[in-house]
């Protein structure tokens, strides 16, 4: 026992003797001094240079495309907001009571630390102008998202105060791990699972919305920021400016795992929501490297990465009607103030009807189909199990196809604890529950 105890020290000491040396991966190991090598235990060593010997080994050949352009269009993605305008006659020869302006706004929304999470802060306003309702990115080339989804979206990232709640937390994780020089001891940043209801955008929004913050995080920091959507990887390579798609699996994983011998540190976003498929728990490497999975409630698309990484949560809430509002006025902006209040009208009717979720709501044959499917699942349900599917219960429900699913939205509280839990809460008041 007391052997055991003294070899797993002298591991340590040997781990911290080469990171202090700037050895963390196999390519700083083949670039150290022969000093440094000769300072391992000679089995230590041994085992570090077969390592080094097999990684360079030639591989099979991974098809790889490159992406043109893709890179300095979401980089230099162009900004505009949308606020509410005064009552007043400025308001009046609206038809929303909103307007759409260029650029960014010059107050953004802040937040502040409660327990483990962040919440929004409306006591705190930084210029006279009222915060934006929305914010909105565009890329002429689109979004990594756009490129794989089977539905029309377009280049327009709307990002509301969820979306960027989410960002805040990630960024928060990022800027402590920046700040620790001790790879042994911090090695990786947290990882997180971010779930929201099916439909509302957080793979649009909030995946994209993360792809482009990261970017222009420091490149001395972060060199390589990957969206995966199942067995497709788009790796933005932050050195070379530069994104190139890879396909499959086990290719995406030794891409991956070639970056990390080289030393590169990285960011993965995995969009399981569309998919369905679960990350595997070893696709990000060990060390150096953050990732966050994006997905619908449904348990088994996260649960064992979540357990196995011991994930933490970040809970996205529904967009409000006003959020919703704000999307129709930058949607229908430049139009006549009649068009627009038409436009907000029909939408306003959607959204009583199935929710706030803005995937069945902006187009007339999107909600039609999506009614009926709301229909279908109210007659599947029986109304003695009505209080049981609508007690604002969490994940419970979430581990099987649901007829319930269709007729909730997801909304997040916090424990007393400061941890982030998702209740289910009926899509709209008309359901009758």
């Not at 009552?87 to 502040?112: H, I, L, V």
């Not at 009222?130 to 990115?137: D, E």
């Not at 902006?333 to 009649?338: S, T, W």
């Not at 009583?352 to 109210?378: C, T």
Request: charged share 25%; hydrophobic share 35%; net charge negative.
């Amino acid at each position: 026992m007391e052997r055991t105890v003294r070899d797993e020290m002298n591991l340590e000491e040997f781990v911290r003797k080469l990171y202090k040396n700037g050895v963390n991966n196999l390519l700083g190991w083949s670039e150290a001094a022969a000093n440094v090598k000769t300072s391992v235990h000679k089995l230590t060593k041994q085992s570090l240079d077969a390592a080094l010997e097999e990684a360079r080994k030639p591989t099979t050949t991974i098809e790889a495309l490159k992406m043109e352009g893709l890179y300095e269009s979401v980089y230099n993605a162009s900004w505009h907001h949308v606020v509410e305008i005064p009552d007043g006659d400025e308001r009046k020869k609206t038809g929303m009571g909103m307007e759409a302006k260029e650029g960014k706004p010059k107050n953004s929304w802040t937040y502040k630390k409660v327990g483990n999470t962040f919440e929004k802060d409306d006591a705190v306003q930084q210029s006279d102008e009222a915060p934006p309702r929305l914010m909105v990115l565009t890329s002429e080339k689109g979004w990594p998202y756009t490129l794989n989804a089977p539905h029309g979206c377009g280049n327009d990232l709307c990002v509301n105060c969820e979306v960027e709640r989410v960002w805040q937390i990630v960024l928060d994780d990022l800027t402590e791990w920046f700040s620790n020089f001790d790879l042994t001891l911090n090695s990786s940043p947290l990882p997180r699972v971010l779930i929201g209801t099916p439909g509302i955008g957080k793979s649009m929004a909030a995946s994209s919305y993360l792809l482009y913050q990261l970017l222009h995080c420091d490149v001395e920091e972060l060199q390589v920021v990957v969206h995966c959507f199942g067995s497709k990887m788009y790796v933005f390579d932050k050195t070379t400016k530069a994104v190139t798609k890879y396909v499959g699996n086990k290719t995406s994983k030794s891409v991956l795992g070639g970056l990390w011998q080289r030393g590169v540190k990285g960011y993965i976003i995995y969009d399981v929501a569309r998919k369905g498929t679960p990350p595997d728990t070893g696709f990000a490497p060990s060390t150096g490297w953050g990732m966050i999975a994006v997905s619908s409630p449904k348990v088994t698309n996260y649960d064992e990465w979540e357990n196995q990484l011991q994930a933490a949560r970040i809970i996205m809430s529904c967009p409000d009607e006003m959020d919703v509002k704000a999307m129709c006025a930058w949607i229908k902006r430049g139009l006549n103030p009649d068009k627009q209040a038409g436009y907000w009208e029909m939408v306003e009717t959607h959204m009583e009807k199935v929710g706030p979720i803005p995937r069945h709501i902006f187009d007339e044959k999107i909600y039609i189909d999506r009614m009926g499917a709301v229909n279908g699942a109210l007659l599947a349900i029986k109304h003695s199990d009505v209080e049981e599917y609508f007690s604002m219960g969490g994940e419970e429900k979430w581990y099987s196809e649901d007829p319930s699913h269709k007729l909730v939205k997801i909304v997040r509280e916090r424990t007393d604890e400061g941890a982030e839990v998702f209740l289910n809460a009926s899509i709209n008041a008309d359901i009758g529950f």
